[in-house]
């Protein structure tokens, strides 16, 4: 009986002892990545940063992505309903964070297709085409190239863009600024340079609605 | 008498086996906060150290709730192999750690480098030596146990 007890408190020890030190812990990671990503806030968009909504928006999302990944594509038709809910009120902006395999290539050909202005089909249709192209985790890039066809896409062009140092340069720099910002997973979110802590369609949605009613 | 005699007997060694599941206890929920609160993802090598730790922490329970009055011995026979196999792990993570081992000879993904420090408490204690101490104590104490009580 004496054995039972002595048991059951040590288990309920661990548990708690768990609890309190993950909670503490969690808010102060929650501080220090506040006030990093406010110290940081020019990694935050670059000149060639693709912005998708209004220019003059004030409020802005920021979202460190990965075409490969099933969570970026699952947020990105949310992310698209928290501008239209929110009329001229919210943009986005979209910075590669390639973490897949090979993944560095499709945000290459992403970007290529932005110099001839068809980024976000080319987005959306890498989306869509996900389970085509990715094979065990690892991105396929030829199978992509595959599923270009009818977006009005100058595939000789994209080829030769692909390959160019610039659009290597800006992939390695978006990487360098995630980094410099704490952003280890995609989608990785900041609202007007706030990044989502607690990660969740709800928890975004209350960030972006947040910064609307501050903002107008 | 023959009763409190008796006992003593079934409690011989008790002590030794509950601290053997506080280690092993401490390395579950130890192990859970690096990768669960605080992120730090687990590579292949730590994968290993955890598949030996965590049965411990479940068989020593059983163990110290006995269906007759003595202790089950034969609990020395099913975790000793474990703690064993699992020090294997450890020191291997540990010699990978600190560059006795070369990086190419070691089983980790590309993504994920088993020699790549990430954390290191009070400036030199590391996951591995956490583990090495851990899997080393709860041996120490089997033999101990074993040494004893085995007739």
């Known amino acids: ?216 | 008498m023959l009763h409190d005699k008796k006992k003593t007997v079934s409690q011989q060694g008790w002590g030794l086996i509950f601290f053997c599941w506080i280690i092993a206890m401490t390395a579950l929920f130890g192990s859970l906060f690096f990768s669960e609160v605080m992120g730090l993802k687990p590579c292949v090598l730590c994968w290993w150290q955890r598949v030996f730790i965590y049965p411990l922490a479940v068989l020593f329970l059983v163990g110290m709730f006995p269906k007759g009055e003595k202790i089950d011995l034969s609990l020395v026979r099913y975790t000793l192999p474990l703690a064993v196999i699992g020090l294997g792990f450890a020191v291997f993570h540990y010699l990978v750690y600190s560059g006795f081992i070369p990086e190419s000879l070691q089983p980790c993904s590309e993504e994920l480098s088993c020699s790549k420090i990430n954390l290191e408490l009070l400036g030199v204690i590391t996951i591995p030596m956490l583990s090495i101490f851990a899997y080393s104590t709860i041996i120490m104490l089997l033999l101990i146990y074993r040494k004893r009580f085995y007739q």
């Open chain 1, 1 to 216: 009986m004496k054995k039972n007890m002595i048991v059951i408190t040590t288990v309920i020890f661990f548990v708690v002892l768990f609890i309190v030190t993950a909670t503490i812990y969690n808010n102060k990671k929650n501080e220090e990545l506040s006030s990093a990503s406010q110290e940081n806030i020019e990694h935050l968009q670059r000149d060639y940063s693709p912005i998708i909504g209004p220019v003059d928006a004030k409020v802005t999302i920021v979202e460190f992505f990965d075409p490969a990944c099933g969570t970026c594509s699952a947020f990105y038709p949310f992310v698209k309903k928290l501008m239209k809910d929110n009329p001229d009120k919210v943009n986005l902006v979209l910075r590669y964070l390639p973490l897949h395999q090979n993944s560095d290539v499709i945000v290459s050909i992403l970007e290529a297709a932005r110099l001839q202005n068809r980024f976000l089909e080319t987005l959306e249709r890498a989306y869509e085409t996900r389970e085509v192209w990715i094979e065990h985790h690892v991105s396929r890039p030829q199978k992509l190239w595959q599923q270009l066809g009818g977006l009005g896409l100058d595939m000789v062009k994209l080829n030769k863009d692909v390959q160019s140092e610039e659009i290597a340069r800006r992939v390695q720099l978006d990487i360098l600024d995630a980094q410099q910002l704490n952003v280890s997973k995609t989608p990785g979110f900041f609202v007007n340079g706030k990044p989502l802590v607690h990660f969740g369609y709800q928890q975004l949605q209350e960030l972006v609605e947040s910064e609307v009613s501050a903002n107008y």
